[in-house]
């Protein structure tokens, strides 16, 4: 059997605990979500993006140019 002293620190702890659980569950949404917007990003724009936004080309050589 408890004391009130422990009790109440037990029931202090509890509450802590259930919110951490909390603030893991927020976050690891917020990490999905962040995720998502980074997959969708790199399959939108798989050789990243110019200064401009725009996205860049593939990667090859160039034309050559005759005079």
């Given at each position: 059997?408890?004391?009130?002293?422990?009790?109440?620190?037990?029931?202090?702890?509890?509450?802590?605990?259930?919110k951490l659980e909390d603030k893991v569950k927020?976050?690891?949404?917020?990490?999905?979500?962040?995720?998502?917007?980074?997959?969708?990003?790199?399959?939108?724009?798989?050789?990243?993006?110019?200064?401009?936004?725009?996205?860049?080309?593939?990667?090859?050589?160039?034309?050559?140019?005759?005079?």
């Amino acid at each position: 059997m408890f004391f009130n002293k422990e009790k109440k620190q037990l029931e202090a702890l509890t509450s802590l605990f259930g919110k951490l659980e909390d603030k893991v569950k927020t976050l690891t949404a917020r990490l999905e979500i962040q995720t998502t917007r980074i997959d969708a990003l790199m399959k939108a724009y798989p050789y990243g993006s110019n200064k401009n936004g725009s996205p860049r080309k593939k990667p090859g050589r160039k034309p050559k140019v005759e005079a």
